[in-house]
């Protein structure tokens, strides 16, 4: 009589995980580019999803531990999609040390995800605008993206850097904990705190950004007096929320951040531990 073989239900371990990263990110760099930027157009949008999640919980007053553990809720949806976003893709540096691919094919797949993600952003946040979700409770809402974004918009370019660093540390340990999961709550459940820790910490993420930051310019200049009245100092505001600062003071350095946090910190880390030559496979 034959044995009857139980399917396994452990975790992948950190090797099994390495060596999936690097399968996982040289299939997304070598993806054909129609499909990568419909997926990438789907992340940007999940992530901003997450924001309004976030936001919504702020206003009510759930704070932002609450606020950052419902945010997670963006990347659970990228993950169980598969859905092609920027700050995880950074990780197709592990791809690129193994030979696996170009710098060509990995700088292309950056673009091409990039610009998608911004897309997917940019919809959501015309979807929110002509839904007039913003303005429920008062104008609470659209108080909130302008005063979020004004605070990000404070930040120097270094420190724009430094929190776009920590902050994909974590998004790309929640990303590379969910290739070791064995089913679908598995990956959610790994996304959860990381992702509630840089919200509650108020790291920056690039792509998250390009829903709140263009969110936050749009309602300071088209809020109703009664609005602005709500602000702190709606002078300074005017002059903090524009179109270059966004771009400039938070969006580069925010993405060049992003991309020594997951794409060095956790891809190549985790690639000179497990798969750099002469380490020995397990």
């Known amino acids: 009589m034959s044995e009857i073989k139980l399917p396994s ?29 419909l997926l990438a157009i789907m992340a940007g949008l999940f992530i901003g999803l997450g924001f309004i999640y976030c936001s919504v919980a702020n206003v009510a007053g759930a704070g932002k531990i609450v606020g950052g553990l419902v945010f997670s809720v963006g990347l659970m949806l990228v993950v169980i999609f598969g859905a092609d976003l920027f700050t995880g893709s950074a990780m197709t540096l592990v791809a690129r040390a193994s030979g696996k691919i170009t710098w060509g094919q990995l700088l292309y797949n950056w673009v091409v ?31 909130f993206y302008i005063n979020t974004t004004a605070h990000k918009l404070s930040y ?40 509630g820790l840089f919200i509650a910490s108020g790291f920056e993420h690039s792509i998250a950004n390009m829903f709140m930051l263009p969110s936050g310019v749009i309602a300071s200049q088209i809020a ?6 709500k602000l702190a100092d709606p002078k300074h505001i005017a002059e903090t929320l524009t179109w270059s600062n966004v771009i400039f003071k938070n969006l580069i350095p925010v993405t060049i951040g992003n991309i020594i946090g997951g794409g060095v910190l956790v891809g190549l880390f985790n690639w000179l531990i497990y798969l750099r030559p002469g380490v020995a496979r397990h």
């Not at 776009?164 to 974590?170: A, E, P, R, T």
């Open 9 to 37: 239900f452990d975790a992948l371990d950190p090797f099994q995980i390495c060596y999936k990263a690097e399968t996982a990110m040289e299939g997304k760099a070598k993806k054909a580019v129609s499909s990568a930027f």
């Open 113 to 143: 995800v990039y610009f998608g993600n911004l897309v997917g952003a940019l919809l959501l946040v015309a979807l929110v605008h002509f839904s007039g979700h913003a303005w429920q409770s008062g104008g609470a809402i659209a108080v």
């Open 156 to 195: 120097t370019f270094v420190e724009a850097l430094f929190l776009g660093i920590l902050c994909n540390l974590m998004v790309c340990l929640a990303v590379w904990m969910s290739l070791g999961g064995r089913s679908v709550l598995d990956k959610m459940l790994v996304c959860l705190f990381p992702v």
């Open 224 to 229: 109703p007096p009664e609005v602005l009245a």
